[in-house]
């Protein structure tokens, strides 16, 4: 059982999103999907068209709903590439200027933030445990793992595994 999991998470791409792990059916009460759907209608509703600048603005109050509903603060206005995950969206900070690659999973309590002048750049698919924080300018490097309550200063290769105060590297991902 344990190597068909692991099978799957290889498969999951870091460069091309999987929009339907953001998929939620309209009424349900899923709130970190509908915040992230709020920001995806805001983002493909920019225009000086009526009805687009109509849905904007609707898009802008949900924004602000579903922020107040799961205590995020994720700006409406950010670069997160599809396929976002977020099962617990509690107390999660990101920076406007921040880069969130493809196919992602945050949980709660993760701040992506800056520090002497610069933002993360996070990879595809990148895994960010509960507590974690990544300051300043340096980039997590695609199919990566962030350990929870990890405090990233540096870089992260490709396919590492970041974990500590302040983190470390301890190991990398096995490919199948």
């Not at 701040?111 to 300051?135: E, F």
Request: charge should be positive.
């Amino acid at each position: 059982m344990a190597n068909s999991s692991s099978a799957t998470q290889e498969n999951i791409s870091a460069s091309l999103p999987d929009l339907h792990r953001e998929y939620k059916t309209l009424f349900s009460w899923d709130p970190s999907r509908s915040l992230i759907a709020s920001i995806r209608s805001y983002q493909c509703n920019r225009s000086n068209n009526p009805v687009k600048l109509a849905i904007q603005k609707i898009a802008i109050l949900r924004h602000r709903f579903w922020s107040v509903v799961t205590g995020a603060d994720i700006p409406i206005n950010c670069q997160i590439g599809g396929g976002l995950l977020i099962p617990h969206p509690n107390g999660i900070v990101i920076h406007p200027d921040a880069i969130i690659g493809p196919n992602c999973l945050l949980f709660q309590q993760v701040t992506i933030g800056q520090s002497h002048g610069g933002v993360p750049i996070i990879g595809g698919h990148v895994d960010i445990g509960a507590g974690a924080k990544i300051l300043g300018a340096i980039s997590v490097g695609d199919h990566a793992v962030v350990g929870a309550n990890a405090v990233v200063l540096t870089n992260v290769p490709m396919g590492a595994t970041a974990v500590g105060i302040p983190a470390t590297v301890v190991g990398q991902r096995q490919k199948v």
